[in-house]
């Protein structure tokens, strides 16, 4: 069944695409009665399993024993009952996606998670207290009901925008990860075939496989039918689901289908690993438990202190709502979403798409960057980095451009060179890409001969126009055992009659097929001392980590080789040795321009940078050295043992600061071993690592308190990806496992998006801190009134409702305006937070908040309340224990400090214009908070009062809703505004500015005696 | 981490973050280190309350003893009963002497201001039929008299020598009906005005019988208005309207509104119950 057709880079997979399919079951497919296997390992979701090699044993088995295994025969395939039955017993070929939480799940979680529990305790507080109210007075107000039914929906309210902000971030996400898998498809495997399942191969001819999304491996691999490993992922006779073929034909038997393949193993159990709780989860759950711990403790107090004061428990469980209500950010939450959702739109903008809100802040937390290679630090393109020609070595530009070629090009050496590199190439680019710049152009051909392309299109010019003039008239194409490719062309000079032989390959192969070596554009001979030259070039491009070929040439004589010769490429007619040498030329797939700047970076930014990947420690150290991971002057131990000549064990490690670790010897390190190695050297790159070792490193990492980014993009890391407190999967070159798996994607596969993404994520919790101290600030203005109510027995100056007004109301943009601050101080030259000690709120915030603006904030606006009692006839004298009477309906005479009588509908209304002067006082003195909260440090006028709008429009917010409340809607009694005289918006302006005054004093202290008691105590 | 330090953070107050522990007890000089956060909160709580007591001193200069800054909420004077129950219902179970004694009481204390005796001693004898108006006359809050209401002005629900207290005792109760201060209130707009008294829905004025009223027609005269507040206006006796409500169905509740009937003060507020009038519950309980 295996058709072979011409087109090379075609492979045929008999059968496979009908898999999923019943009726068209014709070939060798087979399933594999898995699936109570399957349940046993979905049940045992167990770290320990990940981190255990593949289970596979097919590859080991003869055909014969396949054949009795699967009940098949391998010509004539299953009969299409039995493939039916099978399809039916396995389902088909296909990963199951990802489990989902149900919706209205993720709804309920929103409706009782942070605050909700306290404002649902409220109302039902309130209902209740209704039904004692209805139980002992049929008429009794329905006052009670209307709060309790209003913080329900409060409740309610929040809960639904949490849970659409949440909803419309995991809709961003959707809507991506259908799109770009559909550009892969086009672009990346438009001349490749990707494997449909696990297939065991049967019969090969020249079958390279990509298996990077499942190894990490960049290096094609080739496939034959021959058992040659034990572990199945290192064995030649097995194609893997997903992985593409690169070239040649196979076929073979699919052994396994959907989730038992290797990939499917490896993303469901990916899928299992546990997201942990993500570091600004923590802190906002740090910060309910602080502030429910004081509502709580406060409201129960309080109810104890008014119950033995005489007060009657249905008054005293109304109290405990108003404490609670008071103490509650009602609109906190809600705010810290929008403000996370600002920043990951930001970020999104600067191709870091968040797909979890809350990862937005991890990213600035994070201490330690897990980076893959291939694709995130580097270009994931192989490209000419350096020539050897003339006895010299030329450095190429490595830019994503190419554009600065500058070596010496006018040596004869490189016109000859140059003629082999455009001509000894396979290579082409596909056809309608005239308006595309070269680098971006897509090839058809392997990674070497695409970067000579592009090079010699680059410097040259057209290629394929020099490849006419020079037309081929025979080719050996490269193979493993020649390990040269050979062509034969005409000249495009018409007096030259000869033909020019081309060679590359191996440059060792490529050497003893010469016996001249040009140099200057001049043949000699090639002697020792211009091959010890060749060696010593060799090895030292080499040494780069870049893959190195040979160049030669060979004129044919026209007398022996005429015009009208006939080539044959298998009788090999013509000379192949005595050829002249003409130079080498190394590539390397090279870093990003952007990385070396980025991780220096992240360096000072107290972020440790490690490598992990699956490629050569020589290719992995290169590549670390030159984009700064290893840093220019820092050495690995064997670095000391070559420079000083002594062997590796007598090297003391303190010298070391670089260690190159690859996955045999993490494979017999401890745990105890790897905390060690993470400890010790500040520079690690670990190369030929396994998905189960990246698990391990990450691990580790996480034993030291480090908040770990992990940066991948094959299926092999989404274990980690998932395992890590921030999984970043590439964009471009993701797989959807790990796009699935990560937190966050690099639209643009680009590692310096991650610093973007630090300095967004620390900028975020420093503002958030600012959001939180703003809005914990005025919860002691609020709670204060209760509290003097209850005791001093003043009529109570701010209602329920106005308190929710100004929690959900006035403070909601001023708030999120604090998002739009900008840093302080450079906030990448600091290290990154310590997750268990810089917490977001903490003692300072909340002493601060609490104790000192709070209060500030809870005076001011007493003295507007008391104003607006004096001026209507009511002295603070004559309000101290007046509450009883006050409050009683029946009471229509009250007598104030001048001996004049008020009915209660009088008082009623003073109550709510006490309400609004109450509440217009917390407000103009929220105006100063915000200023203040603009800094924690540098005084406002170093910040400048004015970069940031939004701050502006959030004040203008304030003042525009307080305006409405008291002036539109002053009539409505139900919300107990009135129309404030417009004197008293200014009464509470003196403390508003002692708050300024007081912040830019304790400000000055801080930045004058730093590390002082004042600093440690009053910065928060 | 000192093993001190760790302690604390478990015992530390369970409302504020560990730090706060930290704050307080880990520096080396514990105990300085307390006093001087006392101290710290000694000087600036200190502080804080003078800056408050400042601003309260300075905005109650603004306010001056003889008339409030504003009186734009008493525009329209309430109307009250006595004897003041909790609810506004004045019940009378004619049997149970216990239940209406607590209401002569009041009433008693209440009227004890009006007795002639007193009033001719510390009041003015003024002209009825207008406003007695004292200016200051250049003499800054000059004290201000208040004219005579004499309780025998009330007729037979004086209590003057009555044997049925206020006729409590035999199921014809007396309410008064007051008018509530406000000050510089020219109440009726140099008008006369009178309160009235109606059952609130047909079946309550049926049931509410005849009454009469003291003085006649439920007159409050002029002369006792302006009001100057209670500093500057230091006898002054409020009128009164009392209601002696004749035969009132027994064992019914009635509902009886009372209003004022002055050219400046409106009686429909929507709002206000008990702006120009006073509604309450009459039940005489009869076995």
């Given at each position: 069944m295996a058709q072979k057709t011409p087109e090379i880079y075609s492979v045929e997979l008999s059968g496979t695409e009908d898999v999923g399919k019943t009726d068209t079951g014709d070939g060798k497919e087979k399933y594999r009665g898995l699936k109570d296997k399957r349940l046993e390992l979905k049940k045992n979701h167990q770290k320990e399993e990940l981190k255990k090699?593949?289970?596979?044993?097919?590859?080991?088995?003869?055909?014969k024993e396949?054949?009795?295994?699967?009940?098949?025969?391998?010509?004539?395939?299953?009969?299409?009952t039995q493939a039916a039955e099978l399809l039916a017993r396995n389902g088909p070929n296909a990963l199951t996606p990802p489990k989902e939480t149900p919706e209205i799940v993720k709804f309920l979680k929103q409706m009782v998670g942070g605050f909700s529990i306290l404002l649902w305790i409220g109302a039902i507080l309130c209902w209740i207290a209704y039904g004692i109210q209805y139980f002992n007075d049929k008429s009794s107000s329905l006052d009670s009901v209307y709060l309790g039914c209003v913080l329900a929906l409060v409740v309610i309210l929040t809960g639904i925008f949490a849970y659409y902000q949440e909803a419309k971030s995991t809709n961003i996400m959707a809507s991506f990860s259908k799109m770009i898998p559909q550009q892969a498809l086009v672009i990346r495997d438009s001349e490749k075939k990707t494997i449909p399942a696990d297939i065991r191969l049967l019969s090969t001819q020249g079958c390279k496989v990509d298996n990077s999304s499942l190894t990490g491996e960049s290096e094609p691999q080739s496939r034959s039918c021959e058992f040659t490993h034990d572990n199945p992922l290192e064995t030649k006779n097995i194609g893997f689901y997903s992985t593409t073929c690169l070239e040649g034909t196979a076929t073979g038997m699919v052994i396994n289908t959907g989730d038992r393949t290797i990939i499917g193993q490896i993303a469901s159990l990916a899928s299992g690993v546990g997201h942990e709780k993500t570091p600004i989860a923590i802190e906002i759950e740090h910060f309910v438990h602080i502030v429910a711990g004081v509502a709580v403790s406060i409201g129960i107090l309080f109810f104890i202190i008014a119950v033995s004061m005489k007060y009657y428990v249905l008054d005293s469980i109304i109290f405990l709502i108003g404490i609670i209500v008071a103490n509650v950010p009602e609109g906190l939450l809600a705010t810290v979403t929008v403000t996370l959702s600002l920043t990951a739109k930001r970020m999104a903008k600067k191709n870091c798409l968040v797909k979890n809100l809350e990862a937005v802040e991890t990213l600035g937390s994070t201490s330690i960057i897990c980076s893959d290679k291939t694709g995130t630090?580097?270009?994931?393109?192989?490209?000419?980095?350096h020539l050897w020609f003339d006895n010299q070595i030329f450095v190429a530009d490595t830019s994503e451009d190419h554009s600065n070629q500058v070596f010496d090009q006018s040596s004869g050496t490189w016109a000859s060179l140059s003629k082999i590199i455009t001509l000894c190439n396979r290579a082409e680019f596909r056809p309608g890409q005239e308006s595309v710049p070269i680098m971006k152009k897509v090839v058809v051909g392997d990674a070497s001969e695409t970067a000579l392309l592009k090079f010699s299109e680059v410097i040259l010019g057209d290629v394929m126009e020099i490849r006419k003039r020079n037309r081929k008239v025979a080719e050996i194409p490269f193979n493993s055992t020649n390990k040269f490719q050979l062509s034969i062309h005409e000249t495009d000079d018409p007096s030259d009659k000869r033909f020019l032989m081309v060679m590359k390959g191996a440059p060792e192969r490529v050497l003893e097929k010469c016996s001249t070596i040009m140099v200057n554009g001049q043949e000699q001979p090639l002697d020792d001392s211009t091959a010890e030259a060749f060696h010593t070039a060799y090895m030292e491009l080499g040494g780069l980590g870049e893959r190195v070929l040979g160049f030669c040439h060979l004129y044919l004589p026209a007398d022996k080789f005429p015009e009208t010769y006939s080539f044959d490429v298998d009788t090999v007619n013509f000379p192949t040795s005595n050829l002249c040498f003409v130079g080498l030329l190394s590539m390397i797939d090279p870093p990003r321009s952007t990385v070396p700047d980025a991780v220096t970076k992240c360096r000072s930014a107290g972020i440790k940078v490690i490598m992990v990947t699956g490629d050569h420690p020589i290719t992995a150290k290169a590549i670390a050295k030159s984009v700064g991971i290893i840093s220019a002057n820092s050495e690995t131990v064997e670095d000391i043992a070559k420079r000083l000549n002594i062997p590796v064990e007598q090297v003391s490690k303190r010298d070391a600061k670089a260690a190159v670790v690859t996955g045999m010897e993490l494979k017999d390190m401890s745990p105890e071993q790897l905390d060690e190695l993470l400890t010790d050297y500040s520079e690690i790159v670990f190369a030929r690592t396994s998905p189960q070792q990246k698990l391990i490193i990450v691990e580790g990492c996480q034993r030291q308190d480090a908040v770990v980014a992990v940066t991948g993009d094959g299926v092999n890391d989404s274990p980690a990806l998932k395992k890590a407190d921030i999984g970043i999967a590439m964009g471009i070159a993701g797989s959807d496992a790990a796009k699935n798996a990560a937190d966050m994607v690099l639209l643009d596969d680009n590692f310096a998006s991650i610093v973007t993404g630090v300095e967004e994520g620390r900028l975020i919790f420093d503002n958030l801190k600012k959001t939180i101290a703003y809005t914990l600030t005025k919860n002691i203005a609020e709670l204060c009134p209760f509290l003097i109510y209850i005791i001093a027995g003043l009529p109570l100056p701010i209602g329920t409702i106005t308190i929710l007004f100004i929690d959900l109301g006035t403070d909601i943009i001023p708030s999120i305006a604090l998002a739009y601050e900008k840093a302080e101080s450079d906030i990448m030259n600091r290290k990154p937070r310590h997750k268990k000690k810089d917490r977001l709120v903490n003692?300072?915030?909340?002493?601060?908040?609490?104790?000192?603006?709070g209060l500030m904030q809870a005076l001011g606006a007493f003295v507007v309340y008391f104003t607006v009692y004096a001026q209507e006839g009511f002295r603070p004298s004559a309000l101290i224990n007046l509450r009883v009477e006050w409050e009683k309906d029946s009471v229509n005479d009250l007598e104030d400090s001048y001996g004049q009588e008020w009915t209660q509908y009088q008082r009623k209304y003073l109550e709510w214009t006490g309400y609004t002067a109450f509440f217009v006082g917390i407000m103009i003195q929220q105006i100063a908070d915000l200023i203040i909260r603009k800094t924690r440090r540098n005084s406002i006028f170093q910040q400048g009062l004015f970069r940031n709008k939004v701050i502006w429009v959030g004040i203008a917010s304030q003042i525009i809703i307080a305006l409405i409340l008291s002036y539109g809607l002053g009539s409505v009694s139900a919300l107990n505004f009135t129309m404030l005289r417009p004197q008293y918006w200014f009464v509470a302006v003196p403390h508003a500015i002692l708050i300024w005054v007081y912040d830019e004093v304790r400000k000055l202290f801080i930045r004058l005696y730093p590390g002082s008691w004042w600093d440690k105590n009053m910065y928060y | 981490?000192?093993?001190?330090?760790?302690?604390?953070?478990?015992?530390g107050p369970a409302v504020f973050p560990e730090g706060c522990g930290r704050v307080l007890y880990s520096s080396p000089h514990a105990l300085g280190a307390v006093s001087f956060i006392l101290l710290f909160y000694l000087v600036f709580y200190g502080f804080l309350t003078a800056m408050f007591t400042l601003t309260m001193w300075?905005?109650?200069?603004?306010?001056?003893?003889?008339?409030?800054?504003?009186?734009?909420?008493?525009?329209?004077?309430?109307?009250m009963i006595r004897p003041k129950t909790e609810n506004l219902d004045v019940i009378v179970n004619v049997s149970d002497t216990e239940s209406w004694d607590q209401h002569v009481q009041k009433l008693n204390k209440f009227l004890e201001p009006y007795n002639d005796s007193i009033q001719a001693q510390k009041n003015d004898v003024c002209r009825p039929g207008r406003y007695y108006e004292q200016p200051d006359n250049g003499v800054l809050n000059y004290p201000k008299r208040a004219c005579q209401f004499n309780r025998t002005q009330l007729g037979d629900c004086s209590g003057i020598g009555d044997p049925t207290h206020y006729g409590y005792s035999t199921g014809q109760p007396c309410v008064f009906i007051k008018m509530n201060r406000v000050i510089n209130f020219y109440a009726g707009a140099n008008q006369s005005m009178n309160v009235t008294c109606v059952g609130k829905r047909d079946e309550d004025a049926e049931n509410l019988g005849s009454f009469v009223m003291f003085p006649a027609n439920g007159n409050i005269d002029l002369m006792y208005f302006p009001y100057y507040g209670k500093k500057f206006h230091v006898n002054y006796t409020q009128p009164l309207v009392a209601v002696k409500f004749l035969n009132v169905t027994p064992n019914v509740e009635v509902n009886v509104e009372c209003r004022i009937n002055a050219a400046n003060i409106a009686t429909d507020d929507e709002r206000d119950k008990f702006a120009g009038r006073v509604a309450f519950k009459l039940r005489i309980n009869k076995t």
């Open positions: 090699e593949v289970d596979l044993e097919d590859h080991k088995l003869s055909i396949l054949e009795r295994k699967y009940g098949t025969n391998i010509v004539t395939g299953l009969s299409s630090l580097t270009q994931n393109r192989m490209t000419v980095a003692a300072p915030l909340a002493i601060y908040s609490y104790l000192h603006i | 981490m000192s093993q001190a330090e760790g302690r604390v953070i478990t015992s300075v905005m109650l200069q603004t306010v001056s003893d003889h008339t409030p800054k504003y009186q734009d909420r008493l525009a329209t004077p309430g109307l």
